[in-house]
């Protein structure tokens, strides 16, 4: 079955030092969302890509869809506290079925 | 409601005993999940509604899980017999494209099997 997979599993950053989360399909994606959940929450949407190449940003981060439509990556510049929580993205199932399958997440701390 | 609305928050129970999770959507929304979240890991996709047609149930991982959304709005999910291994955060979304847009989660119902 389609695979969505995430690294690092974990990163610890200083305040204001950058970030960034790589997401691996196993298959190609019609398009790929980001997700953020703050500890104790629920996940929030960030962002969908849809387009091969498509980069996109929001503030301080950058989400990049790759050219084979097989991967992603969010970019956090200057990390703040706020930033901390997990990240997840997701891709439609490619099977013609309609669920969204996550990736394994990345949990950022921010240490002051 | 201004959001998707889940009860109950938390459940404890105990094993071998029926529990039901509630789910009410955002007005509107076409579309419904149920994921689960266990502690500290991802969410794993259970069932997915979308207006009337049939549910797509690849995700339940056992007979013992079932889920309902009567009316096309309102969805219940019923795990029998529950197992300590069933214990997590259960999560529902709904969205309101027929193809996969943007998933607006509740705040999950949190399970725990003594």
């Known amino acids: 079955g389609q695979q969505v997979m995430q690294i690092p599993q974990y990163q610890h950053v200083q305040e204001g030092e950058d970030f960034t989360t790589y997401c691996n399909s196993s298959t190609t994606l019609s398009n790929i969302q980001w997700y953020k959940q703050r500890p104790g929450g629920h996940p929030v949407f960030l962002i969908q890509l849809v387009k091969s190449g498509e980069v996109k940003k929001q503030k301080r981060l950058t989400f990049q869809f790759g050219e084979a439509k097989k991967n992603s990556s969010l970019h956090i510049t200057a990390t703040q506290t706020t930033d901390v929580g997990t990240y997840f993205c997701?891709?439609?199932?490619?099977?013609?079925?309609?669920?969204?399958?996550f990736g394994t997440g990345t949990q950022l701390k921010v240490e002051l | 409601g201004a959001g998707v609305s889940q009860s109950p928050s938390n459940k404890v129970t105990e094993k071998g005993k029926d529990v039901e999770l509630r789910c009410d959507p955002i007005?509107?929304?076409?579309?419904l999940y149920w994921y689960r979240q266990s502690l500290g890991q991802g969410l794993e996709f259970l069932i997915y509604f979308q207006g009337n047609s049939a549910p797509d149930k690849s995700g339940l991982p056992s007979d013992r899980f079932s889920a309902e959304r009567t009316g096309g709005s309102v969805s219940t999910l019923t795990i029998q017999r529950t197992q300590q291994e069933d214990s997590a955060v259960y999560l529902c979304a709904s969205s309101p494209l027929k193809y996969t847009g943007e998933l607006f989660f509740g705040e999950g119902s949190r399970l725990t099997v003594l």
């Open positions: 997701a891709g439609p199932d490619t099977g013609g079925g309609n669920k969204l399958t």
């Open positions: 007005s509107g929304h076409t579309a």
